[in-house]
Structures are given as C-alpha cells and as structure tokens.
C-alpha cells in the first residue's frame, strides 16, 4: 500500500504547494504573534494557536482531500476553507479542549516532578538547606525584595528554569501527540455523510474499537515518522530558542526562556511537517478507506439507537428527528457495502434507556462504553 500512497502524494504534491506555502506563512505570523503576546498573557498566547493555527490545519487537510490548491480567483484554497472550521460540521473534530486537559495535567505533573528531583537531589548540600532557611524567613517576614534576590541566584534560578522548559516542552509536545491521534477524525465524514464534529467524534471511537488492533497497526505503521520529524525538530528548534532568547532577554529570566524556548521549537518543528503534510494527508486517507467499514457500519446502529431511544423517551424535537432520518437514509444510499445494515444492525435497547452499546443521552450519543 506505500506505493500506492506514495505515487498519489507524487502526483498531487505540486497541486498542494499553494496550501503549503500559505500554512509556513500562517504559522510564521502566528509564532511571532504567539510569543509576543506571551509577554501578556500565557493563557492568551497559547489560544491564538488553537483559534488561528489549527483551523489553518483543518483548511489544509480538507482541502487535499478534495485535491484543491487554489480558487478561481488564484487565492490558496486553504484561506477560503479557513472559516469552515468553525462550523458546526467541523468545529471540535480535533478535540483540542480534551486535548489541552490531557496535555495541561500530564505537563504539571512531569515538571513538579523534575523540580522534586532536583530538590531531593541538593537535600544533602548544607548550602542549599542555608539557602531555603534564608527564603522562607524572607517570605515569612514580607521581605519579598531579599525573597526575589535569592530566587535569582543559584541553585534556584537553574531550578526555575528546569521547571519552566520541562512543563512547557511536555505540554506541546502531548499536545503534538494527542492532535495527531485526533487528524483521522474529519475524515469520517466520508463515511457519514454531513456529520456534525460531535457524531463524527463518536463514530470515530466507535469504529476504531470495531476495528480492534488494525486500526492501530495501520496507524502507527503509516504515521511513525511524522512523531519522528516532529521530535527531531522540536528538539533542534527548542534548543535554538534556547540560544535566541538568553542571549536577547536582557535580564535572562529563565522562567521566560525556559517557557518560550520549546514555543519557539514548536514553531520550527511545523515548518517541515508542513511540507510533508501530504504524504501524511495521503496515509490518513489511506487509514480512512481501511477503516470505512467500521465507521459507517458503528454510525448507522449509532444514529439508530439514538433515534429509537430519543423518540421513546420524547427528548428530541422533530427538526432533531428529521435530521438523523435523513443522515439514515443518506447512509444507506451512500453505499451498502460499508454500512452493511443486516449483518450489523442492533437491537435499539428496551424502553428504560439505551443498550450498553448505545449513546448515553446527547443528541448524537457519545457512547458510553467507548470513552477515551
């Protein structure tokens, strides 16, 4: 199957060109953006990634999946797709609050940790104990000016800094990771036709444990080299960044270039995936055929189940009803072979709620038993 995914990305590489230079400049602005708007706010700065780069992303991915490169007009395809994200179709497909919470509590508890180690580690060094005697007097006498003095120096500020780059590095890159797990997702959408990002997320789930070990199998089989690029890059950028900002800071705070260093990095690191994005765009793809079967067979008895348990219940207005009706019929029209209705349908779940394979109580049931 590499050939075959290699000759498509061979053939559609020069049509993707347009997309892949608008994506480098996107994420050039949006890095510089980033890192200034740091210096107010790291909540803020971090947004502007999700709310400006990913949907840029999202433009990109659809846009070779339909093999597009400019408009009529000569403009990038992906700048007019930019907005599509946002919609209700598209808007969540990446998963980027689940991901931020995974990546936010993995983050703070390797960094306390690395602070620990090092803590632990001076616990026998006399001059560390006179030095943290020294501080908590300080703080406990409102002397925050003498307190600050002995957080500049040694061995505190090497702590700070460890402290700041281990969080910030770890944060982007399971955020990295988590994304990469969630870029199949929009894909789903050809195997259920008009999909909100809600359904489209739960079908993913559910058809990925349908598919049982092949799924992954074939998604690490394909995928592995783009956590490859990206680590090798991340590294090289964060060390980089490293360099950068010590030498520009003027009061080389090390909480500052211990946090911006792997931002820096992050950025540097998207410039090479942007442009092996296709190959990567062609293996998703070919994941998404593979996997077709499951994704519509678990969405059709998905939709079922929540249109039998909703009507019982009398939790769904019409508008509600009529939607999954047609979602229904459009999937069995689509294409029999990968719906497969007779061999896969289920029983709906009797009248006091859903089966245990059925969604719990959203209008597009994310189903219980296959939580992430």
Not at 243 to 253: E, G, H, I, R, T
Not at 281 to 309: H, M, P, T, V
Request: glycine share 6%; net charge neutral.
């Amino acid at each position: 199957m590499r050939k075959e995914i290699f000759a498509s990305f061979r053939e559609n590489y020069a049509k993707s060109l347009p997309n892949i230079a608008i994506f480098v400049l996107v994420s050039v602005a949006v890095g510089a953006m980033t890192m200034a708007l740091y210096y107010v706010s790291q909540q803020v700065a971090l947004l502007a990634i999700s709310f400006l780069l990913v949907p840029f992303v999202f433009a990109f991915q659809s846009s070779y999946q339909l093999r597009e490169s400019t408009t009529l007009s000569g403009v990038p395809s992906a700048l007019t797709r930019f907005g599509s994200y946002y919609s209700p179709l598209n808007f969540g497909s990446y998963r980027l609050i689940r991901n931020f919470l995974w990546s936010y509590v993995i983050s703070t508890l390797i960094s306390y940790g690395v602070v620990m180690i090092l803590v632990l580690s001076k616990m026998d060094d006399p001059a560390f104990a006179e030095s943290v005697k020294a501080l908590t007097d300080h703080v406990a006498a409102g002397q925050m000016g003498e307190a600050s003095a002995i957080l500049e120096g040694e061995p505190f500020r090497s702590m700070i800094f460890a402290s700041a780059l281990t969080n910030m590095a770890s944060y982007l890159a399971f955020n990295f990771y988590f994304f990469f797990r969630a870029l199949p997702i929009p894909y789903v959408d050809s195997s259920v036709k008009n999909a909100p990002a809600r359904l489209k997320v739960a079908i993913f789930r559910g058809g990925k444990h349908m598919a049982g070990s092949a799924f992954e199998k074939e998604y690490w089989y394909f995928m592995w080299p783009a956590f490859v690029l990206t680590a090798l890059f991340f590294a090289a950028g964060t060390y980089g960044g490293y360099a950068l900002f010590s030498s520009l800071l003027p009061a080389k705070d090390p909480l500052m270039v211990g946090s911006l260093a792997p931002l820096f990095g992050f950025f540097v690191a998207l410039i090479p995936l942007a442009f092996a994005a296709p190959y990567f765009f062609e293996c998703l793809l070919a994941i998404q055929a593979a996997n077709s079967k499951s994704y519509g067979q678990y969405g059709y008895s998905l939709i079922r189940q929540n249109l039998e348990y909703l009507r019982a219940t009398e939790r769904m207005r019409q508008e509600q009803a009529s939607n999954l009706e047609e979602t229904l019929k459009n999937m069995q029209e689509q294409n029999d072979d990968v719906i497969d209705v007779d061999a896969k349908e289920k029983d709906p779940g009797d009248s006091n709620g859903p089966s245990s394979d059925a969604p719990s109580k959203d209008d597009y049931g994310r189903s219980d038993s296959h939580r992430e």
